[in-house]
C-alpha cells in the first residue's frame, strides 16, 4: 500500500492526470477523440487521434467525447484515452501506482463499478480510490469545512462539507456547463454574422473563443446585455479558414445562461440561488461557516466577472447580516486534481484505499463502501 499514486481528474472536457504529492498535474489533456471526417468505425483506431493532438488537427477530424454530463458513455474510447495517458504520455506501467479518480456527484452506481472493473482487471492496479470532486476542491483550499461550487463543463455541482463530512441535504447537481454557453455562442453568433458553426471542428472553435473573449455581465441589467456594440468595440476573430467574424455582446450574453438558464428554455435556479438554497438546507448554526467558506471550484469559473456577478448575486438574497466570502483561488481549474493529490499522498489516507484483494473478496460492490 506504499505505492505511490496516479491521480486521476476525469473530467468531461478535459483529464488533469500526475502523481500525488505533486503541485501541478503533470499533463493537461482533452477527453476527446478524433476521426477522419467520413470514417466514423470504432473499428478505425490507427487513423484516429488522442486528446491535444485531436483538437490540433480538428479540421479534419470529426471530434467526439466519451463522457457526457460528467458521466462515461462510451467505454471503449474512456479506455483509449486511458492507455494513451498512462502508457503515452506518463510512460508508466499502471500496475506499479495506486489509481485515486475523481467522480461527480449523482451519476449511476454502475459507473463507479465499471471503473473498478478496468483498474483492477485491466491494469491490475493494487489498490484504487474514487473520490468526489467537490470534497477535493474544497481540500485544494486548506479547509474541511465549506460549500463547493463546482461548474465544470457539462454540469454544475454544489456541495457543503462540515469538518469533512458531507451534508447530504446541500447536495445537488444541475445539467448546466461550460458545454452549454459554448452552443449557446454558436446560436448568437449565428443570428449576428450569419455563419453556423455546427460541426465538431467549428464548436470546437467557438470553445476558443468562448475561453478567450467571454466575460459575465456585473449584474442582469447590465448594458452590455442589450442592444448592441459599435462597429468599433466589437473583436475581430480570425477563423482557421481565415474568415473573420466581429464578437460584440455575445460574449456577454452566452455566459449569462449560468444566471438566467430561461434564456435557453431551462427552468432551474440561477447560480446565486443554487449556492443560498444548499446552504439553506443545512443546519442554522452551521450556515454561516458555509456563507463564510464558498469555494469555487471549475474552469467556466475563470471567466472575468464571475466571483463578483455570483457575490452580488448571493449578496442580495442571502439573509440579513450574513459575512459572504468566495474563496476563489487562481488554479480553479485543476482544484479536483490538486486536492486528490493532498489526500493520496497523506499517511492516514492509506487504510482508505480499495485494495485488489478486498475487490476479489467482495466485488465491485465495495467500491460504494468504501468510496463515498
Not at 485491466?122 to 485544494?140: C, E, F, N, P, Q
Not at 463547493?148 to 451534508?167: K, M, N, P, R, W
Not at 434564456?263 to 442554522?284: F, K, T
Not at 487562481?330 to 499517511?347: D, V, Y
Amino acid at each position: 500500500m506504499e505505492k505511490e499514486s496516479i491521480v486521476i481528474d476525469n473530467g468531461t472536457s478535459q483529464i488533469k492526470i500526475g502523481i500525488a504529492g505533486n503541485e501541478n498535474p503533470s499533463f493537461i489533456e482533452f477527453n476527446c477523440i478524433g476521426k477522419p471526417k467520413g470514417k466514423e468505425s470504432k473499428t478505425n483506431q490507427e487513423s484516429s487521434y488522442i486528446g491535444c493532438e485531436a483538437i490540433e488537427k480538428r479540421e479534419s477530424l470529426t471530434l467526439s467525447s466519451p463522457m457526457e454530463r460528467g458521466q462515461i458513455v462510451d467505454w471503449e474510447n474512456m479506455e483509449r484515452i486511458w492507455n494513451y495517458l498512462f502508457l503515452d504520455k506518463m510512460k508508466h506501467d499502471p500496475n506499479e501506482y495506486n489509481f485515486l479518480i475523481t467522480k461527480k456527484r449523482q451519476t449511476p452506481k454502475s459507473n463507479d463499478e465499471t471503473i473498478a472493473e478496468i483498474v483492477f482487471e485491466t491494469y491490475g492496479v493494487k489498490a484504487m480510490y474514487l473520490a468526489y470532486d467537490t470534497i477535493l476542491s474544497l481540500y485544494s483550499s486548506g479547509r474541511t469545512t465549506g460549500c463547493v461550487l463546482d461548474v465544470g463543463d457539462g454540469c454544475i455541482t454544489i456541495e457543503a462539507i462540515y469538518e469533512g463530512f458531507s451534508v447530504p441535504q446541500s447536495i445537488n447537481r444541475y445539467d448546466l456547463g461550460g458545454r452549454d454557453i459554448t452552443d449557446y455562442l454558436c446560436t448568437l453568433l449565428k443570428r449576428e454574422t450569419g455563419r453556423s458553426f455546427t460541426t465538431t471542428s467549428e464548436i470546437d472553435i467557438v470553445r476558443e473563443i468562448k475561453e478567450k473573449h467571454c466575460q459575465v455581465a456585473l449584474s442582469c441589467k447590465a448594458q452590455e446585455l442589450r442592444g448592441n456594440l459599435p462597429e468599433e468595440d466589437k473583436i475581430t476573430y480570425e477563423l482557421p479558414d481565415k474568415g473573420k467574424i466581429k464578437i460584440g455582446n455575445e460574449r456577454i450574453q452566452a455566459p449569462e445562461i449560468l444566471f438566467q438558464p430561461s434564456l435557453i428554455g431551462i427552468e432551474q435556479p440561477n447560480l446565486d440561488e443554487i449556492v443560498i438554497n444548499s446552504i439553506m438546507n443545512c443546519d442554522i448554526d452551521a450556515r454561516k461557516d458555509f456563507f463564510g467558506n464558498v469555494v469555487l471550484s471549475g474552469s467556466t469559473t475563470l471567466m472575468s466577472g464571475f466571483v463578483e456577478r455570483l457575490q452580488t448575486g448571493i449578496k442580495e438574497r442571502a439573509p440579513e447580516g450574513i459575512r459572504l466570502h468566495c474563496v476563489a483561488a487562481p488554479e480553479r481549474a485543476l482544484s479536483p486534481w490538486i486536492g486528490g493529490s493532498i489526500l493520496g499522498s497523506l499517511s492516514t489516507f492509506q487504510k482508505m484505499w480499495v485494495s485488489v484483494d478486498e475487490y476479489l473478496e467482495n466485488g465491485v460492490s465495495i467500491v460504494h463502501t468504501k468510496c463515498f
